[in-house]
């Protein structure tokens, strides 16, 4: 019974301990390029290059610029599970869900690349974007 809960504790520490890693990763910020999508063709899915894909900077403060959109290119945004919310900061602007500001993507880091999953999107084949990190977040200083 001791070795039950020992293995419960230890599962339970781990498992913990995800969500707060990605928010405690410093390698999140910094400007992200799009540089493959998924792509499905009759049955296959492959991942396709993108050139000149748009951008997303992601800062320390928890706040974003992207060239995805030209009508709102800033907002804010926070690292839940395994999930990346953006939250566009423009009036009447929901790009992602019927009367809603924010964009829940499903966040995968892989090498040096991040892997968003759009969850508002009727994926049925599947759907995903690889971005390459192009710059560390430039700090400001006083």
């Known amino acids: 019974m001791k070795n039950l809960i020992l293995i419960f504790l230890l ?16 390698t999140i910020y910094g400007t992200w390029q799009l540089v493959e999508v998924w792509e499905v063709s009759g049955v296959n899915g492959k991942w396709v290059t993108v050139n000149d894909g748009y951008t997303y900077e992601l800062t320390s403060s928890n706040t974003f610029e992207s060239t995805m959109y030209e009508e709102c290119q800033t907002g804010t ?4 599970n395994d999930s990346l919310i953006f939250e566009y900061n423009c009036s ?3 790009p992602c869900e019927s009367g809603n500001s924010k964009c829940i993507e499903k966040l995968e880091k892989q090498d040096n690349l991040l892997i968003l999953t759009p969850t508002y999107m009727n994926c049925a084949e599947g759907c995903g974007r690889k971005f390459k990190k192009i710059a560390d977040e430039i700090r400001q200083t006083d």
């Open 92 to 94: 009447q602007f929901n």
């Open 11 to 26: 599962n339970m520490s781990f498992f913990g301990c995800q969500e707060e890693d990605l928010k405690q990763d410093s």
């Open 77 to 80: 945004f926070q690292i839940k």
